[in-house]
């Protein structure tokens, strides 16, 4: 009878720590939404970065400014971005061009090797930066959100 009394005692401890751990969970991801949703400032960092629609948009930009694809630019950047590059490629910068050869040439061209450059996201209300290192350099990629979606705003 001893034996049945402390099983359910272990038993009920088990599911009381399962349903504490659940609960800090919710509580966490429920207050980081309510963060986002409300303005509040958000750092993510390795995986939540990497896996996070900031760090998609910006992955989505360098692979696509990698191939000058228009068509997939016109879709993650703003319009004074998109104004820039069409700019850009008309009367090409000296100092433009140089940053895009560095920049190409320091991050890694295979999508899951640029993925893992992403080490944080730092969230603002609207606005949003999405950090990716390399070896050599640290790069920045500003976002903002258009309509409420994320867009490249900056680089």
């Known amino acids: 009878m001893k034996t049945r009394n402390t099983r359910g005692r ?16 919710v509580i966490q991801r429920d207050r980081i939404a309510d963060l986002i949703l409300r303005g509040g400032d958000v750092t993510l960092t390795d995986e939540s970065a990497r896996s996070s629609p900031q760090a998609r ?4 930009f360098l692979g696509a400014y990698r191939t000058m694809d228009k068509d997939a ?18 009367r090409p910068s ?4 140089r940053m895009r ?6 991050l890694p061209a295979d999508p899951a090797a640029l993925r893992a450059t992403v080490r944080t996201v730092q969230v603002h209300g609207e606005r949003a930066v999405v950090l990716a290192e390399t070896k050599g350099n640290s790069w920045f990629v500003q976002l903002t959100r258009v309509d409420g979606a994320w867009k490249v705003s900056g680089f």
């Open 10 to 25: 272990i038993l009920i401890a088990i599911v009381a720590v399962i349903v504490v751990a659940a609960a800090i969970a």
């Open 57 to 60: 948009v910006a992955l989505d």
């Open 73 to 90: 630019l016109a879709r993650v950047l703003t319009a004074e971005q998109i104004a820039r590059l069409r700019q850009e490629s008309e």
């Open 94 to 97: 000296g100092d433009f061009q």
């Open 101 to 106: 050869t560095m920049m190409l040439g320091d």
